[in-house]
């Protein structure tokens, strides 16, 4: 009888060897660059233009481990050796990783979380991409229409009757919803719901929800005809998106530092959402996104 | 800070979250029972059917959860956000070990003991009261047993639709990388699946002789 039970045990540990044995062969290598990415699609998307771009300049095998678990499973794994670079944004580093209070100017935090990886993780950070994807406080556009929201301050008036969706992460980091409640004065009728980030715009666009906290460069706001509410009182820290790279690896294959300053400055706000659009809502092949947005930009 | 504290700085909040992690198991591990029990039995009668229930069942299994519940989001009754969402996705993945074993342990009966049962001028129902059921019911606990054990791992994803459980430990831990969240939500999670899988053992052993 415990057969069913013990033959799917013996399943689950197969899985759990098979696991091991990718982490142990991610591991980064001397003579190849491994590139990672969290779990969204803009992540993916630049490491892919990433990693491409290594590849076309400097003919280094480039390995590729994306999708990994958010933010920490990065910084983890890029600490640890595991991944040589991953594209980090400058806010998120400065609130979630170092653990400073939230502030809004844009080049202190720049400079401030560049300085500090250096010196705590030997990590170095390239330029920026030029696009600053914060946290979008987003409704319906027929909800903004009828009661008249343009502002997150708009909102304190109308949360009492709202639900909240967010994902966890942003329900825990302390650039994440308790202080935006605080700064703005907000109550909902409820505790926001707590759900997986990708749901919550499914759940806004199906009435379930009225307000969420997305990403200001998703392909899905233009899609699902939502509407973004201004951080009228500047509540949230800017986060530029720019590669971060271990320092070793920095020294030891010279041409990967230039390859990467090229792409400094080349990506808009706009640019970042066709992207994303393209990948999310065209359902287009990542690699071949980033293949053409190469070799229009960068040719 | 160690994981003790956490449990004692936050006894009200875990029981809570064990209270629904349980609910949430019971009840889709009840319904399973209910639709898959009497499903299975229907494949014994309608051999036909056996091959698309359990390939759809095999199918079902396929989907992750996160694609589900994308699905189930916008569905009236059984979708939208919260515990019903959570409950339909742990009964779909519920119900394959339960209908399957239920099939297996009727059609693995005897023949000879079926034979003697007609004989004895059974009608179809008392077959399967008075002899099937009790003879294939150490197989069909061990579909019960497994879909459970599997259930309260699965019902951590529960978290991620809002509907609660000890996943959301597991999802805040996840999002600011703290092993003790993780760790809060994971422990009580294991020990639950170890008794469950205990519980069921402990019923197996006392119904399977029937089968000897």
């Known amino acids: ?299 | 800070m160690s994981l003790w504290g956490f449990y004692s700085r936050n006894a009200g909040e875990v029981l809570g979250l064990v209270g629904q992690h349980l609910s949430l198991v019971a009840s889709s591990t009840v319904i399973a029972i209910v639709v898959g029990v009497p499903g299975g039995i229907l494949l014994t009668r309608r051999p036909a059917w056996r091959a698309p229930v359990l390939g759809l069942a095999n199918l079902f299994q396929t989907i992750p959860s996160l694609a589900l519940f994308g699905f189930l989001i916008p569905l009236p009754f059984i979708g939208g956000i919260g515990a019903t969402t959570a409950i339909v996705a742990l009964v779909v993945y519920a119900l394959l070990p339960i209908v399957r074993n239920t099939y297996a342990g009727i059609a693995g009966v005897d023949p000879a003991v079926r034979e003697a049962g007609r004989g004895m001028g059974m009608t179809d129902w008392q077959l399967l009261t008075q002899v099937e059921l009790p003879l294939g019911l150490g197989v069909i606990l061990a579909g019960v047993r497994v879909a459970t054990v599997v259930s309260v791992g699965t019902a951590t994803i529960a978290a991620a639709i809002g509907a609660g459980g000890l996943g959301v430990y597991i999802f805040r831990g996840v999002a600011v990388v703290d092993d003790t969240l993780i760790l809060a939500g994971a422990l009580p999670a294991a020990l639950m699946a170890l008794a469950a899988d205990a519980l069921f053992g402990l019923a197996e052993r006392r119904f399977a002789w029937r089968g000897k």
């Open chain 1, 1 to 299: 009888m415990t057969g069913g039970a013990g033959r799917w045990m013996a399943v689950e540990g197969g899985a759990w060897a098979l696991v091991a044995a990718l982490l142990l062969t991610g591991c980064a290598h001397r003579d190849r660059i491994v590139v990672g990415s969290k779990n969204f699609t803009e992540s993916d998307l630049l490491g892919e233009i990433v990693a491409q771009q290594i590849e076309r300049r400097t003919g280094l095998a480039v390995a590729r481990r994306f999708h990994l678990g958010g933010t920490f499973v990065c910084h983890q794994a890029i600490t640890a050796g595991q991944i040589d670079l991953y594209v980090e944004y400058t806010g998120t580093a400065y609130t979630a990783v170092l653990k400073h209070a939230p502030v809004a100017d844009r080049d202190s935090v720049y400079h401030t979380v560049a300085r500090d990886y250096a010196q705590r993780f030997g990590l170095a950070w390239v330029k920026p991409f030029g696009f600053n994807n914060t946290f979008a406080i987003t409704v319906r556009r027929r909800d903004a229409t009828r009661d008249g929201l343009r502002r997150i301050s708009d909102l304190a008036r109308v949360a009492p009757r709202w639900r909240a969706g967010f994902g966890y992460e942003f329900l825990e980091r302390a650039d994440g919803f308790r202080g935006l409640a605080a700064v703005y004065g907000l109550r909902f009728a409820a505790p926001p719901i707590a759900m997986d980030l990708g749901l919550t715009y499914r759940a806004l666009a199906e009435g379930k929800v009225d307000v969420i906290a997305g990403n200001s460069t998703d392909g899905q706001i233009q899609a699902l005809d939502l509407v973004v509410l201004e951080d009228d009182r500047h509540y949230f820290p800017p986060y530029e998106a720019a590669p971060v790279i271990r320092r070793a690896t920095l020294a030891r294959h010279e041409g990967v530092g230039a390859a990467l300053d090229q792409l400094a400055g080349r990506i808009s706000d706009a640019e970042m959402r066709r992207l994303n659009a393209l990948a999310d809502v065209e359902h287009r092949d990542i690699a071949t996104v980033a293949r053409d947005w190469l070799r229009s930009n960068l040719p």
